[in-house]
Structures are given as structure tokens and as C-alpha cells.
């Protein structure tokens, strides 16, 4: 008879035991040491922190986020045209100075902020203020 063979359909090694083990102390870990809470914490301090930017600067379109990872879309003033350029230019501000960001999006317009989940509220404050410096050069 032919027939798949056991795992044979699914994801590579999903649901298998070691698999399963792995998953249940993942969740056991996030449980026991409150990173749930954690991310929560982020998020109200990121929030507070970088939430009214598309107010405060022309060219932020757009802040969204949820727990610890949030995006920042970069637009021409004035538009909603994505602007990669300004991404560029604040990627390069905050690497050199010590702020590890991210790039995303589909045109390269969206600034990614994925700070750990146990940051604390000072280092937040401190990397928004580079990346502050730069949005406020980009007018």
C-alpha cells in the first residue's frame, strides 16, 4: 500500500518528542521568569517613550507596536511615500552610535526597534534619544 511514511507530513521535525519537550520548557521558562510581564513592561515604556513620534517628526508616518518589537514608517514629509533614504540615514546615526536597529518593511521604510524584553527604561531612553537626534536632522 503506498503511504507517507510517520512525519511525513508537516513541518520539519514538528511534533515529534524532543520537539514537544523543547516547546513545553520554552513556555515553562516564559511563565517562570515573567517574561510575558516583561514584554508588557516594554511595550507600556516604549509606548510612553516613542508613541507620539509621528506627531513630533514629518517624517515618521507611523508607530505601531507590541510588546518589545515595534516599527517606525518613515515617509516623505508632508506624504505617505515611503522614504528608505531616511531609514538609511537613521541606521547609520544609531549604529554609530551605539543602537542596534533594524530595517524592514517592503520598502525598506519601516524602522525596527526590538529591544531584549528585560531592558531597562533608562537604556530605552537613551536609544530613543539617538534615534531622536537623527529624525530631528531629517527634518
Same mark, same amino acid.
Given at each position: =500500500?503506498? #503511504? +507517507?511514511?510517520?512525519?511525513? !507530513?508537516?513541518?520539519?521535525?514538528?511534533?515529534?518528542?524532543?520537539?514537544?519537550? #523543547?516547546? @513545553?520548557?520554552?513556555?515553562? #521558562?516564559?511563565?517562570?521568569?515573567? *517574561?510575558?510581564?516583561?514584554?508588557?513592561?516594554?511595550?507600556?515604556?516604549?509606548?510612553?517613550?516613542?508613541?507620539? /513620534?509621528?506627531?513630533?517628526?514629518?517624517?515618521?508616518?507611523?508607530?505601531?507596536?507590541?510588546?518589545? =518589537? /515595534?516599527?517606525?514608517? @518613515?515617509?516623505?514629509?508632508?506624504?505617505?511615500?515611503?522614504?528608505?533614504? #531616511? &531609514?538609511?540615514?537613521?541606521?547609520?546615526?544609531?549604529?554609530?552610535?551605539?543602537?542596534?536597529? *533594524?530595517?524592514?518593511?517592503? /520598502?525598506?521604510?519601516?524602522?525596527?526597534? =526590538?529591544?531584549?524584553? +528585560?531592558?531597562?527604561?533608562? &537604556? !530605552?531612553?537613551?536609544?530613543?534619544? +539617538?534615534?531622536?537626534?537623527? @529624525?530631528?536632522? &531629517?527634518?
Amino acid at each position: =500500500m503506498d #503511504a +507517507v511514511q510517520p512525519g511525513g !507530513i508537516g513541518g520539519t521535525f514538528g511534533g515529534n518528542p524532543v520537539s514537544t519537550a #523543547a516547546a @513545553l520548557a520554552t513556555f515553562e #521558562a516564559i511563565e517562570s521568569e515573567g *517574561l510575558l510581564e516583561e514584554a508588557q513592561r516594554v511595550e507600556r515604556a516604549l509606548q510612553a517613550r516613542i508613541g507620539d /513620534w509621528a506627531e513630533r517628526f514629518a517624517v515618521v508616518g507611523e508607530v505601531r507596536g507590541k510588546g518589545a =518589537m /515595534w516599527g517606525v514608517e @518613515l515617509v516623505h514629509p508632508g506624504t505617505k511615500r515611503q522614504n528608505p533614504e #531616511a &531609514l538609511t540615514a537613521i541606521l547609520k546615526h544609531a549604529t554609530t552610535n551605539g543602537v542596534i536597529v *533594524l530595517d524592514a518593511g517592503s /520598502w525598506d521604510s519601516v524602522l525596527r526597534i =526590538m529591544p531584549s524584553v +528585560v531592558i531597562s527604561e533608562e &537604556l !530605552i531612553d537613551d536609544a530613543a534619544t +539617538v534615534i531622536e537626534e537623527a @529624525l530631528a536632522q &531629517l527634518g
